[in-house]
């Protein structure tokens, strides 16, 4: 089984990367064989500093391999190592009907937000089936989020299939039911454009001035407060235990404590959650060279892949 991900370097990581995404990939490492990359292709589309898009990606790179991506077990690479992938983009740009992409509302949320309506981001969900397909991907975990990117995908490779005979496998996305749209500060989804995120690696003192920052009613402390929709619970449910999760349940129902406490045992849980991945990337961050190397031998081992896919794309439709 071809597993796959990917993953923006368009900022810090966040817990909604974590739970929706990293974690799962990390756990299905065991299951196949495992391909992440880093979509700096399309980070393009928002990020116009090159200097900024280079440390992103290396950011994002020591990140993900704190957090347990492991390169004996995964191949980890960046897209642009694999520059085929463009190609095999506008072969399926070829069969991609314009409704398909019409009907993405990533495409409209982003114009929406006031970001310039290039062909690049109208474009997006063709580079990123081009991503999956090329690597006969079988299993791609995604947030919520990416699940109408997936279905592009897969409408995408059965067009060219039935016009070009059976060249592309049929992905499936692997969504969790419980840890696919984490909640941001506001409670919106977690996302770096809403400005509600919580980095996975913030220093300490930011990071729990943000946790103190979340949206609460203004129930007094003595009275009794509703844990259901909780921004609070939602997010400790992330890192607590089910014992735990079900004693801060009964503490809001009872009344007596106020948000700000039950915000420190959010953060204090955090905090532990990421501790060893943090020491663990302090060690990657004194090891710029080692996680070079890392995706310098995973681009190798991608491009190969993506070689004969591509091949057997061109050859299907008469360009060779
Ligand atoms: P990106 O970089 O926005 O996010 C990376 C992953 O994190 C998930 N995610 C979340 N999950 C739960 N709750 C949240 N609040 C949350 N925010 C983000 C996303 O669903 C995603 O899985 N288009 C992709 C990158 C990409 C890709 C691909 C993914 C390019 N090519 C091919 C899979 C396969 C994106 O922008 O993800």
């Not at 694999?82 to 992409?101: A, D, R």
């Not at 009872?254 to 302090?282: C, I, Q, T």
Request: with cysteine; glycine share 8%; charged share 30%.
């Amino acid at each position: 089984m071809r597993i796959l991900s990917g993953i923006q370097p368009s900022g810090r990581l966040h817990v909604g990367n974590y739970f929706g995404m990293m974690e799962p990939a990390v756990r299905l490492q065991d299951e196949g064989e495992a391909f992440y990359f880093i979509a700096d292709y399309h980070s393009l589309t928002t990020v116009h500093d090159p200097e900024e898009l280079r440390r992103n990606v290396r950011d994002v790179a020591i990140d993900f391999l704190a957090c347990g991506l492991d390169p004996a077990r995964a191949t980890f690479f960046r897209q642009s190592d694999v520059p085929e992938v463009t190609e095999l983009s506008w072969l399926l740009s070829t069969v991609t009907p314009m409704g398909f992409l019409n009907r993405c509302h990533s495409y409209k949320d982003k114009t929406d937000r006031g970001l310039e309506a290039t062909h690049g981001l109208f474009a997006y969900p063709v580079l990123m089936a081009a991503d999956i397909l090329i690597y006969d991907s079988n299993v791609v975990p995604v947030g919520e989020d990416q699940k109408q990117h997936l279905e592009v995908t897969r409408d995408i490779a059965t067009k060219f299939n039935n016009r070009y005979g059976e060249v592309f496998t049929i992905p499936e996305p692997r969504i969790r039911d419980d840890k696919a749209k984490v909640p941001g500060l506001d409670g919106q989804k977690m996302s770096k454009s809403y400005g509600n995120i919580i980095e996975i690696f913030g220093d300490e003192k930011p990071t729990r001035k943000k946790i103190m920052s979340i949206v609460t009613d203004s129930t007094p402390v003595e009275a009794p407060k509703d844990p259901g929709g909780s921004i609070i619970i939602d997010l400790y449910r992330l890192v607590a235990g089910a014992g735990e999760v079900a004693a801060m349940e009964a503490e809001f129902r009872a009344g007596g404590v106020g948000y700000g406490d039950f915000k420190k045992r959010l953060f204090e849980a955090l905090w532990e959650h990421f501790r060893p991945m943090r020491e663990r990337r302090e060690e990657l961050l004194a090891a710029p060279d080692h996680v070079e190397g890392v995706l310098r031998d995973g681009a190798g081992r991608a491009r190969a892949a993506a070689r004969a896919t591509l091949d057997r794309a061109r050859t299907a439709c008469g360009i060779s």
